[in-house]
């Protein structure tokens, strides 16, 4: 996926534009997921970071990202806990805000919590968070 950054408040929210779909290097600004939205919500609570995620979302993959960001969101949180606390919420992150948006946005976690269905892998990540 091309993405560029729509919208950044740090700690707060990111909104990254869709722009086209890689596939076996073919760039396609026609592709169903193109011009889509994906918004991601940080609030921190008494410690705990609660991440939403708001995604357009085409029948097409509908299925798809319904199984796996939460899948995605549970790897993002096993990066971000210390090794003590409970688990109550499969979104709430046992960690400071800026710890959950680092790991969020650090190129070498991408890879490990954005693969959260087994038929996807990200094998590399790059961003720059400046709103274009």
């Known amino acids: 996926m091309l993405a560029e950054i729509a919208e950044n ?7 990254i534009k869709h722009l086209a779909e890689i ?6 600004t026609d592709a169903p997921r193109a011009n889509a939205l994906e918004n991601y919500s940080f609030a921190e609570s008494g410690g705990t970071t609660t991440v939403s995620v ?11 990202m319904s ?3 939460p899948k995605s969101l549970l790897i993002l949180k096993e990066l971000c ?12 992150v ?14 070498s976690d991408i890879t490990h919590w ?6 996807r892998h990200t ?8 709103v274009n």
């Open 67 to 69: 199984e796996a960001w």
């Open 123 to 130: 094998t590399y990540a790059e961003n720059d968070l400046r």
């Open 81 to 92: 806990e210390v090794p003590f606390g409970s688990i109550t919420v499969a979104i709430s």
């Open 23 to 28: 596939n076996d290097g073919e760039i396609r």
């Open 9 to 15: 408040r740090l700690f707060e929210f990111i909104s």
């Open 54 to 64: 708001d995604v357009d979302m085409t029948e097409e993959f509908s299925d798809y």
């Open 94 to 107: 046992y960690a400071p805000i800026e710890t959950v948006w680092e790991k969020w946005n650090t190129p």
């Open 114 to 119: 954005n693969s959260g269905h087994p038929d």
